[in-house]
């Protein structure tokens, strides 16, 4: 299978399946010296492992993360990282029934269409558990780019009809919710709408905002390699995002320019400044110097006890109830892999710039 690695300089590889001994990450790229243990890795883990709460999968899984190479006495050597993370609590039975029919929102056609057959079992590579080698390679780039100044935020920004306020935002809520959002009030909002949603055998979608701050100017490219391009591919590429936007995003559409643009100004101390932020962070497809602020649009979760209609492997129209163990909600687990994602992307974009000027070259080797 292609396309299972990203990045140029700092690269990751991700391997395994849901249902499969474990999951895991190989890390190309991570500079030596870095000092890294396990526990810095599974703080991540834990943000996105099942059963935390009702509204989320009841799979016990602790999730434990192993080094098993690129480490020796607490630091980096420069040599690629492979992490795992085995699997415990698999119960491949709940998805013997599926093999014979395809689940409406799942990749379960596309897979038999491009391989001939796949694994049914929880999904296999397009299950939510392929995220864990993410989380894991994003929190070594946190770490490494938290050594630079460079900080991720990120949270719950909506879910359905309920979305956090701007008066009310407090980021030292996003933990002290099931749901992580920023703010109390709509937490409380979003948890009723949910519990509808689960008495209804529903589920629902919602949106994840990043803001990344620290990033110094002039970081990506102008072409191809835009850094809100690579975010939004990076982003993207997590199974349940349908939707990707940068700054104001699709609000743009019925701007004008006077409304949109970001007036320059030079600050006390000879920075430069802008008195928005209306573009997140980026313009020409470089890093601006201003908080880059990304959103995704996660999706529904597809597997819900409702009876839906599809068909089965023969072609013939059928009506199924799913069961086994699924999230009402992918939203709040999905906060940590965009983060993961978007600090893969930004410590990539920020090692591939040390190539960018002579003179900068000359300075570091000291020539």
Not at 3 to 15: E, H, N, P, V
Not at 56 to 83: A, H, M, N, W
Not at 164 to 174: E, L
Request: proline share 4%.
């Amino acid at each position: 299978m292609a396309g299972s690695t990203i990045g140029t300089i700092f690269k990751i590889t991700t391997w395994g399946e849901s249902h499969g001994k474990g999951i895991g990450v190989v890390i190309d790229g991570c500079p030596a010296g870095l000092t890294l243990c396990e526990d810095d890795i599974q703080q991540y883990l834990n943000r996105r492992k099942p059963g935390q709460s009702k509204y989320t999968t009841p799979r016990k899984e602790d999730d434990q993360v192993e080094i098993l190479s690129g480490v020796f006495e607490g630091r980096t050597t420069g040599t690629p990282i492979s992490l795992v993370v085995y699997n415990q609590n698999q119960k491949s039975k709940d998805y013997s029934e599926i093999a014979s029919y395809y689940r409406p929102g799942h990749a379960d056609y596309t897979f038999d269409c491009k391989y001939g057959f796949r694994d049914y079992r929880g999904g296999g590579r397009s299950s939510g558990r392929e995220t864990i080698g993410r989380v894991a390679a994003g929190a070594v780039a946190a770490k490494i780019l938290s050594q630079l100044g460079i900080t991720l935020l990120s949270y719950t920004k909506s879910i359905g009809p309920v979305s956090i306020q701007a008066d009310a935002f407090d980021p030292a809520q996003i933990n002290e919710n099931a749901l992580y959002m920023p703010d109390q009030e709509a937490a409380r909002k979003a948890a009723s709408y949910l519990e509808q949603c689960m008495a209804d055998q529903n589920s629902s979608g919602g949106v994840v905002e990043c803001i990344i701050s620290g990033m110094m100017p002039g970081i990506g490219d102008p072409v191809f390699e835009k850094l809100n391009a690579n975010l939004a591919k990076a982003v993207c590429s997590i199974g349940a995002v349908k939707g990707f936007e940068i700054g104001d995003g699709f609000a743009v559409s019925s701007a004008t320019g006077l409304t949109n643009n970001d007036a320059f100004y030079t600050d006390a101390d000879g920075q430069v400044k802008k008195q928005t932020n209306h573009a997140g962070g980026i313009l020409g497809g470089m890093s601006d110097g201003s908080p880059i602020v990304l959103r995704a649009a996660i999706k529904p979760t597809p597997s819900i006890a409702s009876t839906q209609h599809t068909i089965n492997r023969d072609g013939e129209n059928i009506d199924i109830n799913i069961h086994g163990r699924h999230d009402p909600i992918i939203v709040p687990r999905a906060v940590v892999v965009v983060e993961s994602m978007a600090a893969i992307t930004v410590l990539d974009a920020l090692l591939v710039n040390m190539t960018a000027r002579l003179d900068k070259i000359k300075e570091f080797y000291n020539r």
